[in-house]
Every structure is written in C-alpha cells, then in structure tokens.
C-alpha cells in the first residue's frame, strides 16, 4: 500500500513567519512529488513541485526532497494570511499506469 | 481557455437514484482520475483513465462506475449501491508520465436527500 504522511495540523504561525510542511512517503520508486493548495471548498491548485534531491525555490515558496529519507517539505517565506489554506502533498511513481498518491493534507492558519 | 469543466457544481440526489457527474478536458491529456473528498480528508482516488475506452478501479471504486469513450469525457455515475455518496467530487486529468502534474476541476458537491 502506498502511503502519504503529513501532520493534520492545524499550524499556525504569525504574519511574516516561516510555515514550514512536512511529508513522507512510502514507496521508494516515487518519482515526483507535488504541492498543492486548497481554499476550503475550492479545488486543488498546483504551487509547487520537485523531482530531484536537494532544494527548489519558486518565491516565497522552497521545496525540498530527500530521497533516501523519503521526505518532502515546503517552505513558506513571509507568511501572508491569504496563505491560509490546507496544503496537499501528493507522491507519483512509475512511468505508465501510475496515479497520484495524496496525503490528508496540512491546514495552515497565518494570523495578522 | 484549456482546462478541466465540471458539471454541475451541486448536485442533490434522491436515495436509490444513480446520477452522473460530468467532466470533459481541453488539455489533450491522456490521463484522467476521479477522486472523492470527504470533510477534513484527503483525497481518495475513485477511478482512473490512461487511455481512451480502457480505466481502472482505485481504492474506493465500490457503488461508482465510469466510462472513457472520448479522449476528453471521462463521466462518473454514482450508483443507488453507494451507501454514503454525500461528499465533494474532483476530476483531474495529466499527461502521461511520471514528471507530470494533475489539473483539476472546480468540483461537484454531492448531497443526498
């Protein structure tokens, strides 16, 4: 059974602080690995994604991954409280005939 | 505009009815998923599509069926032998490959009554 793992939450920090996200996964022949962002109500929208070892920054937002501790996090620079939301992490694997496997997701809480 | 529709955004059935959810992409994507969230959850896949006139069960296809006749309609229909169907519906498509994201619908809510 391939698993995604994050804290339910919620988190919350402060205006202008780092969020840091944290997921693991279990399949160790997972190939990419997503960000998303959900509103209450709305539907999933893409922020982030990575398929290499190390760091990605896109903005306020860095991805990191560490394969052989099957973990993938995001980082959240400048916490604004329209970032306010639950964040999806989401684990794909293989080359044909292979899904997204989709953690609970984390609910972040930015205080003014 | 490309993109994932959804239809309709709410929808209200009857106990013992079977209804259909729409979905039809514009992306020329290959892949297309169903996925069904319940509150506070993640999502948990329902069907999958990789290719026209051939799909998959996911984990919770129990009470649902689909069909995948179009490259761009991938359709669900919540059967009458779905005991709890009451939750927000998500469509996704992708292209093939495993270096490639979802794009998703806005969703349809499902209430019984």
């Known amino acids: 059974q391939k698993e995604v793992e994050q804290n339910s939450g919620p988190l919350s920090v402060p205006e202008g602080a780092i969020a840091s996200l944290n997921c693991t996964y279990s399949d160790r022949g997972s190939q990419s690995f997503f960000w998303y962002r959900q509103y209450s109500g709305k539907s999933p929208e893409l922020i982030m994604f990575i398929y290499s070892n190390g760091d990605k920054e896109d903005g306020r937002f860095t991805a990191q991954l560490n394969k052989a501790s099957q973990y993938v996090s995001l980082l959240i620079r400048d916490s604004q409280p329209s970032d306010s939301a639950t964040y999806l992490c989401?684990?794909?694997?293989?080359?044909?005939?292979?899904?997204?496997?989709f953690g609970p997701g984390t609910r972040l809480s930015v205080l003014p | 505009d490309g993109g994932i529709t959804q239809s309709p955004k709410y929808l209200f059935r009857k106990e013992g009815q079977n209804v259909t959810l729409s979905c039809e992409q514009n992306l020329n994507h290959d892949a297309m998923y169903w996925y069904r969230q319940d509150p506070g959850q993640g999502l948990r896949l329902i069907y999958y599509s990789q290719i026209v006139n051939d799909f998959q069960k996911g984990d919770i296809a129990e009470g649902y069926s689909v069909s995948r006749e179009k490259k761009e309609s991938f359709p669900l229909t919540v059967t009458s032998a779905q005991k709890n169907p009451t939750a927000f519906y998500l469509c996704a498509s992708s292209m093939e490959g495993p270096r490639t994201e979802a794009f998703f619908g806005q969703g349809t809510r499902l209430t019984v009554v």
């Open positions: 989401a684990v794909k694997s293989g080359n044909y005939g292979q899904n997204f496997v």
